[in-house]
């Protein structure tokens, strides 16, 4: 089975300092792989696709095969930037079957 | 804009209680989802259903079932409550062929 790991529950950081959200995937031929965010009271949504390599909110992701990780990263941190993030990985079926990791609640301090 | 809804915010049920769940989506999507969501265990996928009448077991399917008798439609039943059911459940959807999800406001059940 698929796995994604997500080894940090929680992450602390002051506003302005750098942040990198770890995600380790199990390896299996071409993943893709996602990045979902859950602000307060708000409904859990895709931050970024390592396929589109775009930059969200100042969030970027980029996969490293050899590694297998897709660590999200931001250079200076923002207290909206509090929030639980997902790292997802699609399982390759028209289903759009994706596996979550265990999630990472960022909490930025002011 | 996608919109995917769920009947309920917040649910209190009690042990041994038929319990049910709807979600409705609006966007024409065939491929619909149900995950409970708990602290430290990240999201897990109960079931899903990717056409109508049809189902599919997730990783955690143990004491839930599923129904989907509309497109737009997809229902998830708990046919007796036990506390550790207790938990966050989301639904999702998405296009068939495509792999992002939109997710409902999520469920928050108490089985007391």
């Known amino acids: 089975a698929q796995r994604v790991t997500q080894p940090e529950k929680l992450l602390s950081v002051f506003k302005g300092a750098p942040v990198e959200l770890k995600c380790n995937y199990s390896?299996?031929?071409?993943?893709?792989l996602f990045w979902y965010v859950q602000y307060s009271r708000q409904r859990l949504q895709l931050l970024l696709r390592h396929i589109s390599r775009e930059s969200i909110k100042g969030f970027t992701a980029d996969l490293n095969k050899g590694e297998t990780s897709f660590h999200l990263k931001k250079p200076f941190a923002q207290e909206e930037d509090s929030a639980m993030y997902y790292c997802?990985?699609?399982?390759?079926?028209?289903?759009?079957?994706?596996?979550f990791g265990q999630g990472t609640i960022l909490t930025v301090h002011p | 804009d996608v919109k995917v809804t769920q009947s309920s915010r917040y649910l209190v049920k009690r042990t041994g209680e038929k319990v049910f769940l709807e979600c409705v989506q609006d966007m024409d999507h065939e491929n619909m989802f149900w995950y409970r969501q708990d602290p430290g265990l990240g999201l897990r996928l109960i079931y899903f259903?990717?056409?109508?009448?049809?189902?599919e077991k997730g990783d955690i399917p143990e004491g839930y079932s599923v129904s989907r008798e509309k497109k737009e439609r997809f229902s998830l039943i708990l046919e007796s409550a036990s506390t550790n059911q207790t938990s966050m459940y989301l639904c999702?959807?998405?296009?068939?062929?495509?792999?992002?999800?939109?997710f409902g406001p999520g469920t928050r059940l108490t089985v007391l």
């Open positions: 390896y299996s031929g071409s993943p893709e």
């Open positions: 999702a959807s998405s296009l068939w062929g495509r792999n992002e999800q939109f």
């Open positions: 997802a990985r699609w399982e390759g079926t028209s289903y759009g079957k994706l596996t």
């Open positions: 259903s990717y056409d109508v009448k049809m189902k």
